[in-house]
């Protein structure tokens, strides 16, 4: 079944022809050729597809695209318009929080994600009122990072809460 | 995975009609296990009736608790500061859940709807009764870490996947239903089955029964609680055993108690055994542990080529007694 | 003043950071097609009958591939790459069919629709160590004898003041690098353009092109960024030849093919399971009189891959008796391949663990017990090592972790406090490359066609032409991945720095003398660099380095947790620190991976991997791993290479898992053999 959406992506309005099946991974990646988001799984276990769904960071490889009409989605892309790096990808650079790459958008919209929820009050299962290392790790382990860059994603993500 | 139509319907009952009038029809909430599922091949819906704007998506008070919406979501539900009070085992229970961005997505409606996670259920091409009814349960010999040890059958030896559900089960909570003859309720409870020689049903839901909220009573023992979950990783991970706990001690003994147990069975193990063995006892640590044998008498471990799930057993007793000498300390 | 040795930023860091680097799975081409494979669910038969029609039925199909139906490929003695080109099932999850379509949707739900018949044959897929039809190989990885030995190891046993001879084990693990295998294939105008992620651009072609029987000119592999290999990117697999065989049955269409994580678990190379019987046999004073180990393992039936595991216990420590064997057990399983570090990260497991216990046994430091066996030359070849700063790195690592403060029966809370040391190892080689330098514009164009899987080597290259070339880097171009520049070697063995940065300062070399400082545009040279290859030359060419792991068990429940890793390396010269160090790290990190989390298990009953995603096949996660540190000593190795770098990929991973295994121990004084070290091995002993 097709059906027509409308999704705002990184700041632009996009209209995409979708199978009720298509993910919003699939969709931004195979129709809107946007490649900022990664399938790592595609099954919810990597968070290699990390985006921000109406500012809340989600697993995109989990969200069908049809239920995703009208919302706001921004990838690791829209982080940087024109090319200006979010403190959080200055951060990553900084530290060389990443080696392949591969997970890195994610890592990036997630650890925005984590701070907006940080700052909002959430709580995490570590328990630590303050951004320690364990307590960054815990947020952040919802995102694999198989070249084994938490220690340095960690420091980056400390960085850039101090931004 | 096959096309299917999807429906976003006005309100619940017509969402629980949409269902309920398709035999192929499934809900949808958060999406985080149904379309994992679609994508293995696990379940072939005709039509999806997305469910997330039809029921509440707030926690309000009532008669002193706390109802929860079906489509909070599960960070929502987390950091609500009634719930991090009053009912601090849930609030930890979930968070000891999935990932951020699942919780995100994760729905109170859906998290205790999800299915077991034994890896030949998820492989359609491994027999499994829950999947594929009569095809035999490959688990037994097989991969049996995270298989349970309390109420399997010869049938199905899985164990309930959620976290949230185990607090659920020590609090008492009472599930609201619309279904085609109306609302009911469900103490949660007795929500999910034992699998017995029927596992392909996980929990007494017909088809088409819509979770439309979950009613935490008022539980001043709650407020002292905590949610303890055991597993490999140190996040993201499943649980190889958890226990959600709440005590009451007065002059050293304990008044009251709930326990249930998770990753050890087929539904959240309410250990009502364990408590009724401790109520009136000395809050000591050889009455936790005999506390905690009486729950496990039945206890059966399944084997396995990867060297079975025995370890559960004592692995259960020393995370009942860790965290019910927590609570006791802190009681102090 | 030097690029080499500074701190420079990835070149391709804001590309990654915003996810504009494109993978392949990403070629930007119009019109894709999307191919999906489907795997066989049978562990040995043969395919008997296959109904297309409902998938052919489907709207917007465009083709299914089956074992009836595809082109004949050149004769291969590559197993694995003969894809449908009979019925034949030799393991579960082996290719028997493909699906192409306009969308992936598509694709896929009509990948269910295909129906297989088999006939199916009864399949052996169980290793163990008391199987009969064990066998001695020729050779194993990477072409070493299979056997050595030195001496009487038995009789040295017999005589010796105390023995550890023990049975350790590491289970079957899985590469799983974040970004699944794809391809994005498009064959027009008689020639091929691959995008594919892949360790080797050069051999892919070369081996594609064999396959197809097509001119190496006619096929192009381009591939700017690998999402990690770890070794299942290193040679092609299955998955490429049918992105092929789909681009040529739509010609002018580009297919993309991307295998999905389950499918990871299955045709792309794993870790063999390794079963390591170990003997460290000492004198009063710790010093070793014996050293052996009978090592075994598991391959497919349908092609041989040994892992050397036994080859580290032939160079690590010295004694005058010593012995190491191989035996494999050929079963209906899909092929095992090299994964980071091979032979040695499984094979510095037993050993170093039995050293710990040695130590213990003779209440010697575990430090002072490796000093004491460190050998004047490689005690198998009798070759002088090039360098071997072993001992330094136990040294400074001791003092940067704090290793004189350990105390036995430590404990914070309900947490049990222990420490724990192991050595590490990896072999420095270099292959052969060739590179090409141009002039244009003021600036210098550097190409070879090497690749970046995270390593750095799009910077690092670019540090080393700079100086080579007596330039800023501001003036270099680096161009890599792309099979169009000239040959280079597999980014693999940890001998990619050193190789391609050596080809860049031959072809450096060759420049200046033809052009001298002043070059005019458009003037180019190119060429090649030999390398050692992986016989070496007169000298033993090692890295090591040490471990250091602090573990923390729960009293109660038994949780491992490793709140802090050290390693201190010593690998010739750092080019670039920032990068250096994640690599260590990296590997480190992987160490740890191996140590607590990962393995693939295999139902023998079934013969594929049930846990075969990333939910239930357990990688570290980020609160896993929060402290991982690496230091290195400065090296200044001669006689390695111009370069006088070492490799540093994969040392990272070697000894991990020992370190904190021997932690584990010394935190509990439970001594656990078999990887991976879980809470249920250490329940039963704790208080
Ligand atoms: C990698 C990974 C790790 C995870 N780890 C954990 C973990 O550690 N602990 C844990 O507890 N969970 C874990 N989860 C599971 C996750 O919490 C559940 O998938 C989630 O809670 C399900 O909620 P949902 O709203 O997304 O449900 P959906 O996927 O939308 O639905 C699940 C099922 O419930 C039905 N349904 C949903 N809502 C209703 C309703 N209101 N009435 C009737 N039927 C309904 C749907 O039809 C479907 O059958 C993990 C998931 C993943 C992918
Ligand atoms: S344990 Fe249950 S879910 Fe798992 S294979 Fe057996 S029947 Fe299926
Ligand atoms: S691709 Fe979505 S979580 Fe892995
Ligand atoms: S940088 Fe490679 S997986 Fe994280």
Redesign the interface.
């Known amino acids: 079944m097709q059906t027509e959406i409308n999704l705002r992506v990184d700041g632009t309005d996009r209209q995409v022809t979708v199978d009720t099946r298509t993910t919003l991974l699939d969709a931004l990646r195979e129709r809107l050729a946007n490649t900022s988001p990664k399938k790592g799984c595609d099954h919810g276990q990597c968070g290699a597809c990390t985006v921000l769904l109406n500012g809340r960071r989600v697993l995109s490889c989990l969200v069908l695209a049809v239920t995703a009409g009208g919302k706001d989605v921004v990838t690791a892309n829209g982080l940087a318009p024109d090319g200006e790096l979010h403190p959080v990808q200055q951060a990553f650079l900084d530290n060389d929080a990443f080696q392949c790459g591969y997970c890195t958008p994610g890592q990036v919209c997630s650890a925005v994600g984590a701070l907006d929820e940080f700052r909002r009050g959430w709580p995490s299962h570590h328990g630590d009122t303050e951004l320690t290392r364990a307590e960054v790790a815990e947020r952040m382990s919802g995102n694999l990072c198989r070249c084994g860059a938490y220690t340095n994603i960690v420091t980056a993500v400390q960085q850039a809460a101090r931004a | 995975m096959r096309a299917f139509d999807y429906q976003v319907p006005a309100d619940a009952l017509a969402a629980m009609r949409a269902v309920a009038g398709n035999d192929s029809a499934v809900f949808l909430a958060g999406g985080t296990n149904l379309v994992d599922h679609l994508k293995l091949g696990l379940t072939h819906p005709d039509l999806v009736v997305d469910i997330t704007g039809v029921t509440s998506d707030e926690v309000v008070e009532r008669d002193g608790g706390l109802w929860i919406g079906a489509a909070v979501r599960n960070s929502d539900l987390a950091a609500d500061p009634r719930v991090c009070e009053r009912y601090p085992m849930l609030s930890e229970a979930l968070l000891s859940g999935a990932s951020g961005q699942l919780r995100n997505m994760a729905t109170a409606g859906g998290n205790p709807l999800q299915r077991t996670r034994c890896g030949y259920f998820q492989d359609n091409t491994t027999p499994c009764n829950k999947r594929r009814p009569g095809s035999g349960c490959a688990a037994v010999g097989g991969h049996a870490r995270y298989q349970g040890i309390l109420g399997t059958s010869e049938h199905c030896v899985a164990t309930h996947p959620s976290d949230m559900a185990v607090a659920l089960s020590a609090l008492d909570a009472v599930v609201h239903v619309l279904g085609p003859d109306g609302e009911r309720t469900i103490p949660f409870t007795e929500l999910h089955r034992l699998p017995g020689d029927e596992p392909s049903r996980d929990t007494v839901l017909h088809h088409g029964d819509l979770i439309t909220a979950i009613e935490l009573p008022d539980t001043p023992i709650a407020r002292r609680s905590r949610y303890r979950k055991v597993r490999d990783r140190a996040s993201y991970a499943f649980a190889l055993v958890s226990v959600a706990a709440a005590v009451d001690v007065t002059d050293g003994v304990v008044r009251d108690v709930r326990i249930a147990l998770g990753g050890v069975a087929h539904k959240p193990w309410r250990a009502y055994l364990a408590e009724e063995a401790l109520r009136g006892q000395a809050a000591i640590e050889d009455n936790f542990r005999e506390a905690a044998a009486a729950e496990l008498v039945d206890a059966r471990a399944v084997d396995g080529m990867d060297g079975g799930n025995a370890f559960k057993i004592p692995l259960v007793t020393r995370t009942v007694v860790s965290v019910l000498r927590g609570l006791t300390q802190e009681n102090q | 003043m030097n690029a080499v040795g500074q701190d420079m ?2 070149r ?12 392949a ?2 070629a ?1 081409v119009d019109n ?1 097609a ?1 191919c999906h494979l489907i795997l066989s ?1 049978i562990a040995r038969g043969q395919v008997t009958d296959v109904d297309v029609s409902a998938a052919l039925a489907l709207p917007g199909v465009l083709t299914v591939l089956t074992p009836g139906n595809v082109e004949k490929l050149a004769p291969t003695d590559d197993a694995e790459l003969a894809v449908l080109q009979d019925g034949e099932v030799a393991y579960r999850g082996q290719i028997v069919g493909a699906v192409v379509a306009e ?4 694709a ?2 009509a990948a ?1 629709l295909v129906h297989f018949t088999y006939h199916v044959d009864e399949h052996d897929s169980i290793f163990t160590t008391d199987r009969d039809d064990l066998y001695r190989p020729k050779a194993i990885n990477p072409g070493l004898e299979p056997d050595t030995s030195i001496g009487n190891v038995g009789e040295a046993v017999r005589s010796a003041h105390l023995t550890v001879a023990e049975t350790y084990s590491t289970p079957m693990v899985h590469h ?5 295998h794809a391809t994005t294939a498009l064959w027009q105008d008689d020639s091929l353009v691959l995008w594919e992620s892949t360790q080797s651009v050069h051999s892919v072609r070369t081996d594609i092109a064999g396959l197809f029987s097509l001119d190496a000119e006619a096929v192009r592999v381009i591939c700017p ?4 290999g ?1 070794g299942a990117k290193g040679s092609p697999h299955g998955n490429v030849v049918i992105a092929v065989m789909a681009a040529r049955a739509l010609p002018g269409r580009p297919i ?1 093919l ?1 295998l ?2 389950q499918q990871m678990f299955a045709i792309v190379g794993y870790r063999t399971p390794t079963i390591q019987e170990t003997t460290v046999a000492a004198d009063r004073d710790g010093r070793f009189t014996a050293l052996a180990m009978a090592a075994y393992g598991q391959t497919s039936r349908i092609k041989e891959f040994v892992e050397q595991t036994a080859a580290p216990t032939r160079m690590m420590y010295a004694a005058p008796n010593r012995a190491t064997s191989h035996r494999i057990a050929a079963l209906d399983v899909a092929v095992p391949t090299y994964m980071r570090a091979p032979g040695e990260c499984p094979g510095m497991f037993g050993p170093e663990v039995a050293v710990d216990e040695l130590a213990d046994a003779l209440g010697i430091d575990p430090i002072e017990l490796r000093v004491r066996n460190e050998p004047e030359v490689d005690p198998e070849t009798g070759k002088p090592f090039s360098s071997r700063n072993l001992i330094a790195c136990l040294r400074e690592g001791a003092e940067r972790f704090g290793w004189a403060d350990r105390v036995a029966g430590a404990r914070d809370g ?1 947490w049990l406090i222990g420490t724990g040391v192991a050595a590490s190892v990896f072999p420095a080689f270099t292959l052969r490359t060739t590179a090409n330098i141009r002039f244009d514009h003021n600036r210098y164009t550097v190409e070879l066609g090497a690749a970046d ?4 080597a799009w910077t690092v290259l670019t540090q080393i032409a700079a100086d080579a070339l007596g330039v800023p880097v501001e003036q270099v171009d680096v161009r890599i991945g792309d099979s169009a520049y000239p040959f280079a070697s597999v980014a693999g063995g940890s001998s990619g720095t050193a190789t391609w940065g050596s080809a860049i300062l031959t072809a450096a070399d060759t420049f200046r003398d033809k052009y001298g400082d002043d070059p005019a545009d458009g003037d180019e040279a190119e060429n090649t660099f030999i390398g050692t290859g992986f016989e070496g030359g007169p000298y033993a060419t090692y890295a090591f380095g040490a471990q250091f792991a602090e573990v923390r068990v729960h009293a ?4 491992i ?1 490793v709140p802090r890793l050290l390693g201190v390396f010593a690998a010739g010269r750092i080019i670039n620190p ?2 250096a ?3 260590f ?6 160490g740890l ?1 191996m140590a ?2 990962e ?1 693939s ?1 295999l ?4 013969g594929h991997v ?7 096949y ?12 690496a230091h290195w000593i400065e090296e200044d190795d001669p006689h390695v290479n111009r370069l006088g770098a070492k490799g540093i990929g994969e040392i990272g991973i070697v000894g991990t898992a020992a370190a904190i295994v021997n932690a584990a121990h010394h935190a509990t004084g439970i001594r656990v053999r078999h990887l991976p070290l ?3 091995k250490l ?2 002993g ?1 208080p």
């Not at chain 3, 139902?603 to 079934?606: G, N, S």
Request: proline share 4%; glycine share 10%.
């Open positions: 930023v990835r391709d860091g804001p590309a990654k950071v915003t996810g504009t680097a494109t993978y799975y990403e930007e894709a999307y669910t969308t992936s949707e598509i896929r739900h269910e799983s690098p974040m970004e699944p960024y690998v999402g990690g770890f993309r991307a999905t994580r309900d899987l995270g390593t750095g109660d429940t038994g949780e947790r920032r990068t160090r994640s690599q790290v990296g590997g480190m990190t992987m991976s607590l989390h393995h298990v139902d023998p009953r079934f049930i846990n075969h995603d990333l939910a239930e357990h990688i570290a996660s980020c609160s896993d791993a929060t402290d991982v540190a879980t809470l249920d329940l039963a704790l």
